[in-house]
């Protein structure tokens, strides 16, 4: 803290159990990883997981779209059309971008480089994006939006390279520090970016990022399917008070971890939740399509059951690969094989070609 005093906490029996509970779950141990780690089914789940916390994350920040509009966005590979577009798309980067580095160690020039990506075309100063700020800069704070009451002072920036540094050790494991568990190693670094706030802006953003890299380079391979920020989003007061509690109450980091980790068991029963829900309604359809017309693969099946219960939606082989990563070419093969058995249509849109349900969509209701 600014005055020298370290941060605390204190492991209660509560934090202990839910520390391994959050574990087991995201390390595949407690029977949640059987569907996410079907190497046909798998990359649906991630894509799914990267939007929600991609539109949710820039949601907590203000950004002002419908999630119908930003997943089309994403999947369509359109290029933004807003502020808040702009926001959502550059999470998504961010994220995916986090799935690929999640081996390396954490060093400020990446940290740096993920807020860039965060942050592109969305600052008044398009130079402050992956830049920390300096003793010339009008320091950030965090302010009331009642009152315009300053709640929380970052640090002198003179010390953000410092602190920075310190921050990616202790990431990285390299600290000199007593044994934390890895969930409490990735709470401690989303507190600390929040807390030291070493951008002009984006700073929320990056430090939701970083608490994925830190899971993911933990070891906890499942974190990349859940979306933190879809909780965080519904108590927008409860998370901005987490931080705040730690600095009212001398550092002590203790109501954060107990909160955090309550957030994260609500994101993985929604993730349980969403593949059990999927699974029975892709089993259900599987089983109402007519054998003789011989066997879909299951990303076919998850388009049919998509058409079936919204009959007006559309794909482009853009959104179809996007949705399922898979290369243009493949999902051009599964919308055309399904235009072949009758199933969709395909016509011309501007300057690209769109699949629509046919009217035999109807088949797929229970007891046709």
């Known amino acids: 803290m600014p005055n020298g005093h370290p941060f605390t906490f204190v492991l209660t029996d509560r934090i202990l159990r839910d520390c391994d509970r959050t574990a087991a779950a995201l390390k595949g141990e407690l029977g949640l990883g059987d569907e996410v780690t079907n190497s046909a089914s798998r990359d649906r789940y991630i894509i799914h997981s990267l939007e929600d ?26 290029a933004p059309r807003t502020h808040s577009e702009q926001m959502i798309l550059n999470n998504y980067r961010a994220m995916r971008h986090i799935g690929q580095v999640r081996s390396q160690k954490l060093t400020p020039q990446l940290v740096c480089e993920i807020h860039r990506i965060v942050t592109q075309n969305t600052l008044e100063d398009p130079d402050d994006a992956g830049r920390l700020q300096t003793n010339t800069d009008d320091r950030v704070g965090i302010y009331a939006v009642e009152d315009d009451a ?3 002072q970052p640090p002198p920036a003179d010390q953000s390279p410092q602190r920075l540094d310190a921050l990616c050790a202790f990431a990285n494991g390299e600290d000199e520090g007593p044994y934390l568990p890895g969930v409490l190693r990735a709470l401690v670094v989303h507190f600390m970016m929040g807390y030291n706030h ?27 399917y859940i979306a933190i920020s879809m909780i965080l ?8 008070e987490s931080f705040l ?11 954060f971890f107990h909160y955090h980790l309550t957030v994260l068991s609500r994101a993985i029963t929604n993730l349980e939740s969403y593949i059990q829900r999927t699974t029975k309604e892709l089993d259900a359809v599987r089983r109402r399509l007519d054998p003789a ?13 998509a058409g079936y219960k919204d009959p007006d939606t559309t794909w482009t082989a853009q959104s179809a690969a996007a949705q399922f990563a898979v290369t243009i070419n ?4 599964d919308l055309d094989d399904l235009v072949k058995r009758g199933w969709l249509e395909r016509a011309r849109q501007g300057r690209k070609y769109v699949w629509r349900p046919t009217n035999r969509i109807t088949e797929l209701a229970p007891g046709s």
């Open 245 to 255: 509690d730690v600095e009212t109450d001398e550092g002590d980091l203790t109501y």
């Open 53 to 78: 916390e991609a539109i949710t994350s820039s949601q907590l920040e203000g950004a002002m779209t419908t999630r119908q509009v930003a997943k089309r966005m994403l999947r369509d590979d359109r």
């Open 198 to 224: 070493f951008f002009a802006d984006g700073n929320g953003r990056t430090a939701r990022a970083l608490f994925y890299w830190t899971m993911l380079h933990e070891g906890y391979w499942l974190a990349e």
């Open 233 to 240: 989003n519904k108590a927008r007061v409860q998370y901005a």
């Open 330 to 333: 493949t999902a051009h093969t």
């Open 293 to 305: 017309t011989g066997e879909f693969n299951l990303r076919q099946i998850a388009l049919l059951n």
């Open 150 to 152: 300053l709640l929380h």
